[in-house]
């Protein structure tokens, strides 16, 4: 494993360790005004949502790292303290990496980046019209964290209008994954799009309390067949199936060919059932009694 003092290496690898560690993050396309009425438009993948009541995103323009300067959107920012977040789909990303070139002051991206201005209902700047969702904010604070190139500068942004694509949303007024196509930022120039094959569920009821791998018999939670998500579904049940559970597991015509198998055997059986998703008959496999074999 490799160590790294932050003090030891130069700010550009560092940087690039940074973001090459911190992925996927969220791309915030962001609209802004100068007090002259000047628009502009830039991605920022520093960003998240951190609060719910009141909601709060926060998104990042760092300092140049070649300049050391602040960046238009931060100035916009200073002068009129708004911002519209808008969320990018992979039909706009070309589009988006195209905005993040550095015009100059006063050269409005939308137009460079061949986008919609659509008016914004509370704040000055525009929404991105093919933006999935777009976020009218007014910038409460700017955090400073330093003066020399690389340095952040946080724009805690609370949301006072959001704006959803009737085609992302489902019947039941929810926002689907899949429909929205959301796109993140990694190193490089790598990028990643939500897609069928990349998303998938973890069922985890907060209203219940897993066991805890530690809950897991040490013969079971020792095997090198299963893996670290293998226990971490193991220890995500409430309780161990009971013995009646198991009786019935083992007296099941589908399960008696599991039931011959070796204990090695076994465990990389159970770990198939448990890659899809079959928690209970992998715990009843892994704790039937060995004289069922
Ligand atoms: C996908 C993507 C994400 C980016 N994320 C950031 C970021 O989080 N912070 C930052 O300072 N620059 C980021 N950049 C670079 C800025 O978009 C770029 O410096 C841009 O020219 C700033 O525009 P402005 O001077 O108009 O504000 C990113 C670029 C791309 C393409």
Same mark, same amino acid.
């Given at each position: 494993m490799i160590t790294i003092d932050p003090k030891d290496i130069k700010i550009p690898a560092l940087h690039a360790l940074l973001l090459a560690a911190v992925a996927p993050r969220p791309i915030s396309f962001a609209s802004t005004i100068d007090k002259e009425g000047?628009?502009? $438009? @830039?991605?920022? @993948?520093?960003?998240?949502?951190y609060s719910s009541n009141p909601p709060i995103m926060v998104f990042s323009s760092n300092r140049s790292g070649k300049t050391g300067e602040t960046k238009d959107t931060y100035k916009n920012i200073k002068e009129v303290p708004e911002v519209v977040i808008n969320i990018v789909s992979y039909d706009i990303v070309q589009q988006a990496s195209l905005a993040s070139v550095a015009y100059p002051k006063g050269v409005n991206e939308f137009i460079k980046a061949g986008?919609?201005?659509?008016? /914004?209902e509370n704040v000055k700047p525009p929404r991105v019209a093919e933006s999935p969702v777009q976020f009218e904010c007014k910038v409460? =604070? *700017?955090?400073?964290? #330093? =003066?020399? #190139? #690389?340095? #952040?500068? $946080?724009f805690i942004c609370e949301i006072l209008k959001m704006h959803i694509a009737d085609h992302v949303m489902t019947e039941d007024g929810k926002i689907d994954p899949l429909k929205m196509d959301q796109v993140g930022r990694c190193g490089d120039n790598f990028y990643v799009r939500l897609t069928k094959d990349t998303l998938f569920e973890i069922v985890k009821p907060v209203a219940t309390i897993g066991i805890g791998v530690d809950a897991i018999p040490?013969? *079971?939670r020792n095997s090198k067949y299963l893996t670290g998500n293998d226990l971490g579904m193991l220890g995500n049940v409430v309780t161990l199936p009971t013995e009646a559970e198991i009786d019935a597991f083992?007296?099941?015509? /589908?399960?008696? /060919?599991?039931?011959?198998? @070796?204990?090695a055997q076994r465990h990389e059986a159970a770990h198939q059932l448990l890659q899809k998703e079959e928690i209970h008959n992998a715990w009843?496999?892994? $704790?039937?009694?060995e004289n069922n074999q």
């Open positions: 000047n628009v502009n $438009l @830039s991605p920022f @993948s520093f960003f998240n949502v986008l919609t201005m659509l008016p /914004s409460n =604070d *700017i955090i400073e964290l #330093g =003066d020399q #190139g #690389g340095a #952040g500068n $946080l040490s013969h *079971i083992c007296k099941a015509a /589908s399960q008696q /060919s599991l039931l011959q198998l @070796s204990t009843c496999l892994l $704790l039937a009694p």
